[in-house]
């Protein structure tokens, strides 16, 4: 039957192409009509997607409700503006991939017009509603809607309108009658276009072009005006004489020349170039031209580049022409090919001439023709010294890959200024460009592999990334990866066979993420396939959460602990306390003695009465003996309670079988109990000083007597006793106390501690010697009183005692008299100033002295 | 090494008109990358130390918490972001985990509702700090305490990726070589962030070779000995701080006439010590007993070019004097410094007590009389000498006899619990649960093989020329660094036998690298190791693996990293519980 044109929306650079109701210039989506008359009761309309040249995409039988208006996306996804307002979501191949809805006020009045635009955030929707107010978003990636202020006296839709986008903001711009405004979020506000004819009575067409800068209106006087979006400059009019409302118009951008020019379409006339139609056409605007379809083509509108016009324009004498020609004759063995050659290179133009025919190859769309000029290219090449290889080569590769994805079968015809040479040099981090599908600097190879994989092409976007030698992270991995996001969707393959398959071609690829594969897997219900492809997964941070979601908090935590994250494994025991009961998360600890750690660690500042519980559960009674020390110390007041936790601990360490923390948590006890006694009859502070601190405060408060007591009761051995004692009454400044102390019996540390080397250990005690009584009274700056017991010093301590109390003179006598050289040189550096000056030169005339003999 | 900032993702425009609240903790080591000045230049405003209630009022916008990831301190962070004062101006409250953002925290502020408050959550990953051309520290305190007592693998997991930061800047390493529990899991941990990256194939030049990673409770006896190395000495005595330390001020006193004493400074005297200071560098390593003939040489040298002076008779000559007068006189201000250092360490090291520590410590060390119980110990404890310093030589004692008899063990915790305290039974359980004191199994003392194997005790050291490594313990010969030394050359092939009795396992792993990278080594030309102490590292084995390098025939330069710099003091008190 016959098809109606509807709407048509195209993507530029070879977006999927929709007739019927809409179209984009690589690939087409088609609203067949509803209204068509067929024998069954089929009265729904078909929505059909073909590539650019015309290869079926996909088509389905359109269920929901009545269409406004169609659209591609940024990302190739087809919108679909209902009615309602509601804006379905396609894939290229017809997948549907979710809705949204554009807000109550539009679900109430209806859509009457509207229309999909694209901004540097993305691709945006701007709706006209049945009650004349416009909503839109200028980012469906990411909705926000946003209701734009009411046209004051708009009774009833505007002649023609367009969305805008101007320093990064939305606008609407919309012709009533001769008046135009401009809609902001803010504000109405009416604008006027500078020097526009007079006797316009109303607006049949506007156009704005690819980067929003230019707009073009069109009168109901023929009279178009094209001048700055922003209504500040007027470039040119024109009165084309038609009356007839244009059924588009739009800008054709002309790179060359950097000026611009408005294509205007009616029935079958094209203006600007008064071109004749063959059919009913639909215009796109692209970078660098204008794509017209129709039902049976798609034809590329541009300015013919100079290099081109340059070679190719009729008898032109241009370097490049005459290369051309040169290598023609040369092929046929012509000795002009001499004559061309030679006249090339008396003018000096060798070079630029190969750059032409470099640069018009470019251009090209016929691969013969692109040969023929690339083998002129190299042949100039050939009489040129240093000509840099580098643009020819990159021609050549550019050129394989345009070919490549300009084959019908694959239906992307870019041109050569769409393709993005920009991107070549520094190999961009793809992820980064890939988010910045930046509308207005070209696309980029990341996306143009994008737009590959999005159709499904993942051969051939290997095979790019191959011939182009991408690193595997950004090139074959990504692809393979996106192949694999796709294979898990196959639900009539069993999940071994796809995790088999995906593994086999995927392997140990660098960059490929198992995780974003199981996720998707997990999103089409394949929990079971997911798991098995996140056994793939080398990241823990990825493949941990994904588990968590799942519902596999076991298999996440033995994940988490092979990693050696601890804060992944903290992660999961907090998720897994939650969902599990107390005994089974002990369970499940208790097989994980890694997260049993963290966790201990964890309880220890945050929980305790669970640590307890832990170390009870494993029968950890050394652990529990500590757990109760501190608890005595830390949590405990009372000196009954603290005795009760010593108790708890002393008992737990009789099940460690640790009888000496046991026996020793006992005599705390006792400690204790007699600190406590202590206080009420004494007064005083005991409490928690150590037994030795106690002996020492009972001995300097003068009860001496009690202190022996402890010191029998809790068998401090004698030594460190005399020690404790000896401190004790030196702090007193006791002198009397202390010499009687030093002759009551033996002292078994000596009175000046003697050289280590010559104790030994322990028993029997060694020989006498008052040194540490020297040192001690010493200490308290008492020379009186050390003094008086130099003389009781041993001979081989006599020196340092003597020196230590400062009587330099005595030292050095005897240190004379037992010739001994280390003695001497000890007293000798011992002399300081003029005073000892006398005693150092006695000690040097005994040296001298026992030198001689 | 420095480059290591830009690794960083820290956005400094956050920093503008903003106020930071420090974890005090972290203020030492970003004192080494970021000065405070740097800091003031991006608009800084205010900076705090994190504590509880209010944060001081100050008229900014931004509020930045620059914190450890650990959750008593998200408490804190919460308890200030709460008590903030609704009727002031809204502040932007923001916050940076150095190393590494934590899912935990994250949890525990959501948990305190103060979550959402926050409107940048970002890490800061600096795992290791470069304090030196040849030293990288992670400065995690607690990290030996983690590791072998609370088997927390956290700084583990860090010193993995820390390494894998390195070899991101630096090249693959080819060589991985380990002894010990800990380094194995490093090891793994790399390996298999290795396959989690392999996306980026590393195309830098290896500048390591080899990769050593060492556990410290492999070699438990080093840092238990007082270390006598220059560097190593002022960290004994007065503790070196992220690269800072502070001394008594009397000796630093200006000296002028007339002045009688009065007017002694009060503040303590803090000075940075690294390699920049030419003097620091030339005698950090050595022994301090060889420190003085290089300071009074160096004292002719300088008194000698000042003289210079009187022989500069033409312009020109004294243009070229002047020129050089800043360098002299920095020169001269770091010769004062550094004799006034040596004279403070000189009064400790001639008095006798620290005569006698060290003799028991030698003795331990030579295998003398490591199986009774020692009376300069008894001593020790009787006096009420510190604790830390009782617990050290006790530690080193059990750890040079394989262990002690349980009798002298008893005996001894006994002494310590009577004399400090009863609360100190979870220190002595955790000094026995890390392998720092224990009974001795078995009845066998392995110490003595190892010594004779790994030759750790050297009966002649010249401490003023050293030949042998030997010479930063005056005797004792570091065994971690005779390990590396060994492994270097000839292999660790030939000491099997000591590596199965020390604990844990040793490995070898290799990282392939593409043929475009692998090294052409020049004959001659030094190998470059890595080698990375799990559990800290102490100066006197920094200055003896300084010594391997500077070798004409080593044959294999040094580059130091660990989880933390520190000294027998500081590792003991890591240990220790303080229940109240």
Known sequence: GPEELVYKVCFTWGGPTELGQKVSSQTAALLRNPWRKEKTGSVRPVLEIYSASGVPLASLLWKSGPVVSLGWSAEEELLCVQEDGVVLVYGLHGDFRRHFSMGNEVLQNRVLDARIFHTEFGSGVAILTGAHRFTLSANVGDLKLRRMPEVPGLQSAPSCWTALCQDRVAHILLAVGPDLYLLDHAACSAVTPPGLAPGVSSFLQMAVSFTYRHLALFTDTGYIWMGTASLKEKLCEFNCNVRVPPKQMVWCSRPRSKEKAVVVAWERRLMVLKFVLDEDSYLVPELDGVRIFSRSTHEFLHEVPVASEEIFKIASMAPGALLLEAQKEYEKESQKADEYLREIQELGQLTQAVQQCIEAAGHEHRPDMQKSLLRAASFGKCFLDKFPPDSFVRMCQDLRVLNAVRDYHIGIPLTYSQYPQACWKGLFPSWILNRVKCRYKQLTIPVLLDRLVLRRLYPLAIQICEYLRLPEVQGVSRILAHWACYKVQQKDVSDEDVARAINQKLGDTPGVSYSDIAARAYGCGRTELAIKLLEYEPRSGEQVPLLLKMKRSKLALSKAIESGDTDLVFTVLLHLKNELNRGDFFMTLRNQPMALSLYRQFCKHQELETLKDLYNQDDNHQELGSFHIRASYAAEERIEGRVAALQTAADAFYKAKNEFAAKATEDQMRLLRLQRRLEDELGGQFLDLSLHDTVTSLILSGHNKRAEQLARDFRIPDKRLWWLKLTALADLEDWEELEKFSKSKKSPIGYLREDRRALPYLLPQPPSSPKPFVEICMKQHNKYEAKKYTSRVGPEQKVKALLLVGDVAQAADVAIEHRNEAELSLVLSHCTGATDGATADKIQRARAQAQKK | ?580
């Open chain 2, 1 to 580: 090494m420095a480059a290591h900032l830009s690794y960083g993702r820290v956005n400094l425009n956050v920093l503008r008109e903003a106020a930071i609240v420090w974890d005090e903790y972290l203020t030492g080591p970003f004192g080494l990358i970021a000065q405070y000045s740097l800091l003031k230049e991006h608009e800084v405003e205010k900076m705090f130390t994190l504590k509880g209630s209010r944060l001081p009022a100050a008229d900014v916008k931004n509020i930045i918490f620059l914190v450890r990831p650990r959750l008593e301190l998200m408490d804190i962070i919460a308890e200030n972001v709460l008590s903030e004062d609704r009727r002031g101006p809204a502040r932007d409250f923001h916050i940076l985990f150095v190393p590494r953002r934590s899912l935990l925290c994250e949890q525990r502020l959501k948990d305190l509702g103060v979550l959402g408050s926050f409107i940048h959550r970002e890490e800061y990953s600096l795992d290791l700090i470069p304090f030196d051309g040849d030293l990288l520290s992670m400065e995690s305190e607690g990290a030996f305490k983690e590791c072998y007592l609370e088997s927390d693998q956290t700084s583990l997991y860090h010193a993995a990726k820390g390494l894998m930061t390195l070899q991101a800047l630096y090249g693959t390493i080819p060589q991985i070589y380990g002894k010990g529990e800990c380094a194995r899991q490093v090891a793994n941990m790399m390996i298999r962030m290795k396959r989690e990256f392999t996306g980026s194939q590393n195309s830098i030049f290896p500048v390591f070779d080899n990769l050593l990673l060492l556990d410290r409770n492999v070699d438990l006896l080093t840092p238990l000995a007082t270390q006598l190395t220059y560097e190593g000495l002022i960290d004994e005595i007065y503790g070196i701080q992220n690269s800072y330390v502070k001394l008594p001020p009397e000796k630093f006193a200006p000296k002028k006439q007339g002045d009688g004493g009065k007017d002694l400074p009060t503040e303590a005297k803090k000075l940075q010590l690294n390699s920049a200071e030419e003097l620091y560098a030339e005698i950090r390593d050595k022994n301090f007993n060889a420190v003085g003939s290089v300071l009074s040489k160096k004292a002719k040298v300088i008194s000698a070019a000042f003289e210079e002076r009187h022989n500069a008779k033409t312009v020109g000559e004294i243009k070229q004097f002047v020129s050089q007068l800043p360098h002299m006189q920095a020169a001269r201000g770091s010769l004062a410094n550094h004799t006034s250092i040596a004279e403070l360490i000189k009064d400790v090291t001639t008095s006798e007590d620290f005569f006698d520590k060290l003799t028991v410590e030698q003795e331990f060390m030579s295998g003398i009389d490591t199986d009774k119980v020692n009376s300069y110990i008894e001593d020790c404890i009787a006096q009420k000498h510190p604790l830390i310093k009782v617990l050290r030589l006790v530690c080193l004692q059990s750890v040079c006899n394989s262990g002690l008899k349980q009798k002298v063990l008893d005996y001894y915790k006994r002494e310590i619990l009577q004399t400090y305290g009863y609360e100190h039974i979870l220190t002595l359980y955790n000094l026995e649960k890390a392998g720092l004191l224990k009974p001795q199994m078995g009845g066998r003392n392995n110490y003595p093989t190892i010594r004779k194997t790994l030759r750790l005790w050297m009966d002649d050291v010249n401490e003023q020329n050293p030949t042998d490594i030997s010479y930063v313990y005056s005797g004792y010969a570091p065994l971690s660094v005779r390990l590396a030394q060994l492994l270097s050359r000839p292999g660790w092939r030939s000491i099997e036998e000591v590596l199965r009795i020390l604990p844990g396992p040793h490995f070898e792993e290799r990282q392939p690298l593409p043929t475009g990278l692998q090294k052409k080594r020049q004959p001659g030309e030094n190998r470059v190791t890595l080698i990375f102490f799990l559990g800290g590292v102490t100066f006197a084995e920094i200055a003896a693996l300084r010594f391997l390098s500077q070798l004409e025939d080593g044959g294999t330069e040094y580059v130091i990293a660990t989880t933390k710099l520190m000294n027998g003091a500081s590792w003991i008190e890591s240990l220790m519980e303080k229940p109240f």
